[in-house]
């Protein structure tokens, strides 16, 4: 399907179908652009807290939002992107696909409500035989309000997130392990990084044990993908690793979900997808940053040969692990994964991951739970990116005694801690496995979402790539 694009233009190119972003106070910039009929209407309004307007013409609809003034400018922004969703259900009743969008605000919010109401605008059509298609197609911007290499960005990250989503929201009778591994090679393709994909032979010689631990009760083999985007005027003398947590679907293994919990386990790939994600708008932008993805990719199924608890597995890195609890897979396959990494000497690595039910008992759906060993400037980038996208972080301590839960009578350590605190035991348990600077991003509540929030559809949120192109460009590009 096709899907919006944001397009720079001329401000005698605008659509006939306007929308006018104004402030309250600021009402007199419309004077040009309404009737008189219409301010006056607009003005009384406005008074008494009106914050939406629409009046149709013969030759199209006029929209204005009133956005109020913010001393804060990533609330600002975000209210925008907000605000821009917000349109979209009138745009669909309209039957509207192409518009313009006109600042009149102090504070140039425009490219922001356009990026609000195109990750609002999208749908997963796949499945329908007759999809009953509501398709915005362009949203044009004048010139002065966004540069074109501002837009050629807006859309670069707006394609990485909704093929983001698109891979989430897969289900798994079309994407198993095999499936993923296809997909990662075919975004290599469309996007212009390298892909290698790892079969089981090659996982077996690299002693992955972890990965084929949870991989044994399955007919479909794992795989284990290598991304890297190298470019010749890479910024860091060493590459940046990103992990990202592979299940294609997870039962719990013989430690069984509920069936509630398993209606949408096809999201616990939200991890890889985010890392492929990061890497499509890192090639598309020619980001100067020299990534490496690693994905481990499975299910978690049971069967004759599934993983039960008590089991002792040797994992990649030499350590054994007593398996107490099968549903605590995704931090047995990331560890191989972070041992992996180590070949590479990263700079930095930050793996993401739908880890754990208790981030988001204790965190709900707004926020990542994130923890690790980087310096404090790093993790300050990094939740300064997180408000300036509004994929906002907490960190979480790392402290030592979290790590006496793991501790193991029969092996070097557990798979799993007590019920308390288990997204700090998670992070935990992956530390044994890192000797360089990294960070855990456990995105279990904000990646896949029962209802809408916003901008951030049903389902497949893509969470994570916005937040990572917005930290990269701050840590490695001067004056970003």
Known sequence: MKRVQLVAV?????????????????????????????????????????TSFTFPRAEGAVFVRILKPEKDPYIALEEARLAGNELLGELRRYKIETLSIQNLCTENRSLAFAEGLALGSYQFLKYFTKPAEKALLEIRIPADSASTSDIFEANALLEAVFLTRDLVNEPHSHFNSVQLGEAVESAAKAFGFEADIFGKEKIEALKMGGLLAVNRASQIPPRFCVLEWKPADATNAKPVVLVGKGVVYDTGGLSLKPSEAMDFMKCDMAGAATVIGAMAVAARTNLPVHLIGLIPVTDNKIGDNALAPGDIITMGSGKTVEVVNTDAEGRIILADAL????????????DFATLTGSAVRALGTQVICYMGTASKAVKNNL?????????????????????????????????????NAGMITAGKFLENFVDYPWLH?????PAYLRTPNGYRTKEGTGVGVRLLYNFLKKQYIKGK
């Open 10 to 50: 001329k401000a005698d190119f605008l659509h006939t179908n306007l929308v006018l972003l104004a402030e309250k106070d600021h009402l007199d910039a419309l004077d040009t652009l309404l009737a008189s009929g219409e301010l006056s209407f607009l003005r009384q309004a406005a008074a008494q807290e009106v």
């Open 339 to 350: 041992h992996y990494a180590k070949k590479y000497d990263p700079e930095l690595t930050l």
């Open 383 to 419: 939740e300064e990116s997180g408000f300036a996208t509004y994929e906002r972080l907490v960190e979480l301590p790392l402290w030592k005694e979290f790590g006496d839960e793991l501790k193991s009578n029969i092996a070097d350590l557990k798979n799993l801690g007590s019920s």
């Open 441 to 445: 991003l456990d995105i279990a509540g």
